[in-house]
């Protein structure tokens, strides 16, 4: 039988070492000067999310840590595999790494919305998140971790919002964000109807008074349902609320206008599970 086990990772004592060019210099950004946004290699940190990186479709490059933190990992045969100790480690890639081991993988293609979204139950995704404008790496990282833990099947971001796989995202979820199909809505937001057209409710979240509450919106009534979530501060602009099919609020106590859009998609997740 053939061994699905990587030999033992090679050591690393140059920081100048091209096998791990993939990871120089992390602190200016995942992607070399010059290079287009959404280009370059996906950048994970930490065990548990190289784990689910290895769990994902995505193909794995390198994976990079310290002494006994790579040859813990089972990874397949064919990964190239280094270590090094912690003082080469943070001079390749910029900064005291405390989670010990970092990984690369290629990105895929774009996923097709129409392929995505209109295929028969139980293939087609029930619940999807959808973004308009975010531009925080954290907030886009917190909103995909709480969307695998509470049950949403797919990430769909119009044209501005911020790189989904950008190192910054992938270790705010842990990882997460790397499990859940992402595609992009490149007429936005008349890409909404294409949405409505295969049966889902869109739910566009705004703390506006006028605004159902969101406890009202009955997912039982709505096999798929898709929630709109706006950019921390403007919230959804009036085009994609007059999009979508229901726009709902989280009610909140007297003086408390709204709240942080990560705090907020975590509530939504939940009522509408």
Not at 3 to 10: G, I, K, Y
Not at 55 to 68: E, H, L
Not at 103 to 119: F, K, V
Request: aromatic residues 4%; hydrophobic residues 45%; glycine residues 8%.
């Amino acid at each position: 039988m053939i061994s699905t086990v990587s030999a033992l990772p090679e050591v690393i004592t140059d920081p100048a070492d091209e096998r791990v060019a993939d990871f120089r210099d992390l602190v200016a950004g995942d992607r070399r000067p010059g290079t287009e946004r959404g280009t370059g290699p996906i950048i994970v940190e930490g065990v548990p999310a190289v784990e689910r990186l290895l769990a994902s479709p995505y193909p794995v490059r390198t994976v990079f840590g310290i002494p006994g933190r790579v040859a813990a990992l089972d990874l397949p045969a064919g990964v190239a595999a280094y270590e090094a100790d912690r003082w080469v480690l943070s001079d390749v890639i910029g900064f005291r790494l405390t989670r010990g081991v970092l990984a690369s993988a290629d990105r895929l293609p774009p996923l097709d919305l129409d392929a995505m979204i209109t295929g028969p139950d139980p293939a087609a995704p029930r619940r999807l998140a959808v973004l308009e404008g975010l531009n925080d790496h954290e907030n886009i990282g917190s909103i995909a971790r709480s969307a695998v833990a509470l049950g949403i099947d797919g990430l769909l971001l119009d044209p501005a919002c911020a790189d989904p796989l950008y190192r910054r995202c992938v270790r705010v979820s842990m990882g997460h964000v790397l499990t859940l199909p992402i595609a992009v809505l490149g007429g936005w937001p008349a890409d909404l109807a294409r949405l409505h057209d295969a049966g889902y409710c869109t739910v566009a979240l705004t703390p506006a008074a006028d605004a159902v509450d969101v406890a009202d919106v009955d997912p039982r009534a709505h096999p798929r349902t898709a929630v709109l979530l706006g950019a921390e501060g403007p919230g959804l602009t009036p085009a994609a609320q007059q999009a979508a099919q229901v726009r709902a609020r989280i009610p909140m106590r007297s003086g408390v206008d709204s709240l942080g859009v990560a705090a907020a998609a975590a509530i939504a997740f939940a009522t509408l599970r």
